[in-house]
C-alpha cells in the first residue's frame, strides 16, 4: 500500500488497498468482506466526513463509496455525507441540505470536495442492516472493476516532527560522561 | 490548642450541561490498535453565529502513555482552562488502558 494511502488516521480499518469499495458503517454491527479497500465508523457530520472524504480521495482506486445501517441520532452524519455528495458546501461551508445539527466542513476545500464528487459513486444503504444485502452491493460493485482515478489526492498531510526535546534535562544529562574526580569527559552527542 | 485550620472540601461532579467549553479548542482522541498508539488531535474551535460547529486542525501528537501525552500536550498546546487539561489526563489514561487491553475506547464527555 502507498504510504499516502489514507493520511488522515481514524477509526477505520484498511484491506485491499487494490480494492474499488469503501463501506461507511453507521449504526450497524456489520463487518465488510476483506475485499474492500478500507471500512469504518461514521460519527459526527462534520470533522467525520472530512476525514472520509480526505482518506477515500487519497486511495484512487476506490470507485465506491457504500453508507450503511440506521443514521446516527441527532448527528445524520451518514445523510449528510450523501448529501455533501450531491449538493456540495455553500459559502458558510455548510453542507447544502445536510439534515444534521453542524454539518459543516472546514478542513477541505472545495477542490478536494469536487474530486470527491467525481471519484466516488455513493450507493445510499442509510436503514439497510441485513449483512447480505450490503454484501451484495459490494460484490456487485466489485463485479463491474472500475478503472483507478489517477493519481492520489492528499488533501491534508500529517507531518512528523522531530520528537528529542532539547529542553528536556534528563535527556541531555543521560549522555554526560563524568571522570573519576567529577568532572566532565564528554558531553552528549 | 489548634494552630491552623483547613478546609476539607468534598469532591462534586459539574453537570455535563455546566461544563464551559474551552475557547481555545478541543481534542479528538482515537486508539489506533494496529499501531498500538494513541492518537489526539488539537483542533481551533469554528464558530458560526456564536456557536462552535467544528474546528480546524491544528496538531496531532501521538503515543502509546498517557503520560507522555498530557507532558505533549502542555508543552504544545498551552493556555487551555484547567480542567480541560484534567479531562484530558482522565480519557487519555482511559485510552492508554484500552490500548493496554485490548478493549474499545470511546471518548467520553467533559
Redesign the interface.
Known sequence: MKDEYYPWGGEFTTCSAKGCVAVVILNVDYTPPDKVAIYGPLKTENIGIEKIVANVISNPNIRYLIVCGDDIRGHRSGSSLVALHKNGIDEQHRIIDAPGAIPFIENLNNEAIDRFQKQIEIANLIDVKKREDIDKIIDDCNAKSPPSFGEPYIAIRITPTATTLLDDKRALHSKIVMNYMGKIKKRGE | MVDKEVPLIKAKKIPQKDVILDPKGFF?I?V?K??SEI?VEY?SN?Y?NK?I?????EK?LSGSKADALCDTIV?HVPDLLPAHYMYLGRELQNAQCALEKNTKYVQGGC
Open positions: 479528538v482515537e489506533d494496529k499501531q492518537r483542533y469554528v458560526k456557536r460547529v467544528s474546528g480546524i486542525l496531532v508543552k
